[in-house]
């Protein structure tokens, strides 16, 4: 197919934007505004503005069409199927948007005294009581505010208690190879030093392994359950055990929750400590980066560690705890963020809690389970599943099937984007080769499964074919085609300066 060059640029009514500053027009303005009245120069202390403010002079249906048309270059999961294995792009019902937009938690204030939020502490109570009674666990910290921050969280907890009972010296950390990369940063940001353990040639934690490494300075263990290779890891018990006689602890990686919701109780497990992310197993936006909630369930053991605030039933109603001695036998680390928590991710989260129940949340995670071992049976004829057997809330192949293709996993990815599909995860976890991580979710009818299923298909067919140029030049339907990513990381363009034309 050649390339299609337009006069205009655009492709289609896909409309080539300029960046704001370029369509500005000296003077142009989307309202009329009476002419300020003079400016006591004296009162701003000689720091009157001397330059323009620099401003792009525009009318307002420029200003409307320019971020109109930004906002339909977003590929989101209301756009389309969203299969990122490990991030759970999963839909966000209207409903817990609805009630997330409510002016009485809209028009809330961090700052305002607690007897004006009694319904706000009710809120952040709830869904601590739901996310307690889900895991089996008996305490949580609310307030970390995504994944990797709530794996901190528990770190320093556990750090705090280690110290608390003169095992300060403890500060090695067990973390499997096929790991999200927070897990080992989180770690070392903690002060702890990571330790590695192998995985087996199924998929799972080397217990052996991992057996052999434990010693009186080792924190804790961290294993995420269901694993990223989308198993259940299942000499689960055998590894809490071994840890707990180590003394060491155990915390969960809580990521992959939306696996077993409903159906494991965290804490039958001997975790002692998981974050969960709202926004992977309670629905909730996190396109882009944001946002996110991390709330992380504690033991006994280490309910004491947890950091402030947090809020308590009292005679009175609810009670926000923002110092340690509000509290009989808290002994917080610290704190891990400014206020209380993500509350608009709270709000998503207890009405999709609320709204679906125990057992639809069982059924939710039933489906996930269900949909991604379709995706599994539907092409592990054609791609080259890593592990046997069926798989959890996803499934994993790797590039053997590309092998002397000349196509990488990377170029099968950048095809899916031409046929409108978010590509799958790529190249991780990194225990396997070339890796394609697909995570359908629960919310993906059997139409928009077998749509893909059969696009994967004749991508693979048309990789085996000696296509592989085709796949080199991919994507070629969207505006920008492969991107110098790395270029953009390093030296990232981040302001725009006139006549510069976007560049410096
Ligand atoms: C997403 C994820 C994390 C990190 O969570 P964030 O909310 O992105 O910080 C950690 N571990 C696993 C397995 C994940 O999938």
Redesign the pocket.
């Known amino acids: 197919m050649p390339d299609i060059q337009t006069v205009s640029g655009n492709r289609g009514l896909a409309i080539e934007e300029k960046l704001i500053f370029e369509q500005s027009s000296p003077g142009r303005i989307g309202v009329d505004l009476p002419e300020p009245p003079p400016v006591d120069l004296d009162r701003l202390g000689g720091l009157a503005r001397k330059s323009p403010i620099g401003l792009p002079d525009l009318s307002e249906p420029q200003m409307v069409r320019h971020y109109t048309r930004l906002s339909q270059k977003n590929y989101g999961i209301d756009t389309g199927f969203y299969p990122l294995?490990?991030?759970?792009m999963k839909h966000n019902p209207r409903l817990s948007e609805k009630v997330a937009r409510l002016p009485g938690l809209t028009d809330l204030h961090p700052f305002q005294p607690q007897s004006t939020v009694q319904g706000a502490l009710e809120v952040i109570d709830t869904l601590a009581f739901w996310l307690k009674g889900l895991t089996g666990m008996p305490a949580i910290a609310m307030s970390p505010a995504?994944?990797?921050?709530?794996?901190w969280c528990g770190l320093m907890a556990i750090r705090a208690c280690h110290e608390d009972r003169g095992q300060g010296h403890r500060r090695r950390v067990l973390v499997p190879e096929s790991?999200?990369?927070?897990?080992p940063a989180s770690a070392a940001m903690c002060g702890f030093t990571v330790d590695p353990v192998p995985a087996t040639a199924d998929g799972r934690v080397d217990v052996a392994a991992l057996k052999a490494k434990l010693g009186d300075d080792v924190a804790c263990i961290m294993v995420?359950n269901p694993?990223?290779c989308g198993l259940f890891e299942t000499d689960i018990l055998e590894i809490a055990g071994a840890t707990h006689a180590a003394g060491a602890f155990f915390y969960c990686?809580?990521?992959?929750y939306n696996a077993i919701v409903g159906r494991v109780k965290i804490a039958d497990l001997g975790v002692d400590c998981m974050?969960i992310?709202l926004?992977?197993t309670f629905s909730t936006p996190?396109g882009g980066?944001g946002p996110?909630?991390?709330p992380t369930v504690l033991s006994a053991e280490l309910a004491p560690y947890a950091p402030l605030p947090f809020v308590v039933h009292d005679g009175d109603g609810l009670r926000l705890v923002e110092h340690a001695e509000q509290q009989a036998g808290a002994k917080p680390f610290g704190r891990v963020k400014g206020y209380h928590g993500q509350f608009g991710v709270f709000i998503r989260a207890l009405a999709y809690i609320l709204s679906m129940g125990a057992d639809g949340m069982r059924q939710a995670s039933t489906d996930a389970v269900l949909n991604a071992n379709y995706l599994l049976a539907g092409l592990k004829d054609v791609l080259t599943a890593s592990f046997d057997g069926p798989c959890m809330h996803e499934c994993l192949f790797d590039d053997r099937f590309l092998k002397d293709t000349g196509v990488t996993t990377l170029d099968f990815a950048k095809m899916l984007i031409d046929e409108g599909f978010h590509p799958m995860t790529m190249y991780f976890p990194l225990v396997v080769h070339g890796a394609l991580l697909m995570e359908p979710t629960e919310t993906e009818s059997r139409e928009t499964l077998d749509g893909f299923i059969a696009v994967v298909r004749a991508l693979a067919a048309k990789a085996k074919a000696g296509a592989a140029d085709e796949f080199k030049a991919a994507p070629r339907l969207t505006p920008r085609r492969r991107l110098d990513e790395t270029l953009a990381a390093r030296t990232p363009v981040l302001r725009w300066k006139a006549g510069s034309n976007g560049a410096g």
């Open positions: 294995g490990s991030c759970t995504a994944g990797a921050h709530g794996e790991a999200h990369g927070t897990n995420t694993n990223t990686d809580g990521a992959n974050h992310n926004h992977k996190h980066g996110g909630a991390g």
